[in-house]
DNA sequence: CTAATTATCTACTAATTTTATAGACAATAA
DNA sequence: TTATTGTCTATAAAATTAGTAGATAATTAG
């Protein structure tokens, strides 16, 4: 499940993956924006800050910007910062994985094994899509690009 | 997320899948059998009783069994019955769709756009594996049964 | 230096969801 | 008729999510 945060978090990031290069934008701007509570979106941004994918600046004519290209930046690791690991479940998970209480034996489990699956089906989308394929989306859907309008 | 409501009726559901042909199970015998709250189940397997996969009877020697083969009954089934739809975000879900209140235009929204693919890829493993799949992907792994014995 | 601006940090609260539990009721078999 | 087993309603504790309040720190402009 996505929660709030994540969603935020990934509009946030793509709101300034579309600034022009060496531009900064406000928090306050991209929650105006973006309909995001403005206190939640401070410690979202600074979530992802944190996980080195933001850099900021502060005082007057500061904000925050990317820390490295929209292309190298994947879905998955946003995400990751946001919510923790994708796996719907923490046996099945790779980079925190955790036994359950009740389980007999993790090998012959069956909901590990299906839930595995799941993992790597969900870890397949969102570390192969970046950032930029987000905004690249965007712009390709948006009315004046569309294709018919070529 | 898959929570403990949904893990535990897949449990439940695989473990009635290994009964002989016509046999029944208890809450009770199935609730000691992995570690699950027997009235916690009681509630889970009501609900898949609910959904046609499962059939009931009452009184001494009564209990619960698949109400279909488990080849028929389908791992997204059981999960779309206990937790709802498969989708990380209603937006991006087919069986109950429903639009952020904070999104502006649900046709470019990023998040909307990489979510539904999760959602494929997501549905791409749940509902092609059955419950079946899973009693024979358990057996296989089982040690007597390991490759190593043959 | 001062004042305005903007990010940072800590602490707290409200709402929602998850995870159950209690106990009465209904059907069935021996 | 009694013991057994599923069914149903109501409730509550715990955990998570979603936010808010308010002080602090850094920076810029004047």
């Known amino acids: 499940m ?31 924006r973006n309909n995001i509570p403005k206190k939640f979106l401070d410690a979202i941004l600074l979530d992802l800050r944190n996980a080195g994918m933001l850099r900021s600046k502060k005082g007057p004519g500061g904000g925050y910007a990317l820390a490295k290209p929209a292309r190298a930046i994947k879905v ?7 919510e923790g690991p994708i796996a719907p479940i923490a046996c099945a998970s790779r980079s925190a994985f955790r036994a359950c209480e009740d389980c007999g034996d993790i090998d012959t489990c069956p909901v590990r094994s299906v839930m595995s699956d799941v993992r790597d089906a969900i870890a397949g989308i969102v570390d192969n899509t970046t950032v930029d394929d987000l905004v690249q ?12 309008a070529i």
């Open 2 to 32: 996505l929660t709030n945060k994540g969603k935020y978090g990934l509009k946030a990031i793509v709101h300034l993956a579309r600034l022009e290069a060496g531009e900064t934008a406000q928090v306050a701007n991209v929650a105006q």
């Open 76 to 82: 998955g690791a946003v995400i990751r910062a946001l």
């Open 137 to 148: 989306r965007s712009i390709a859907r948006e009315p004046l690009h569309a294709d018919y």
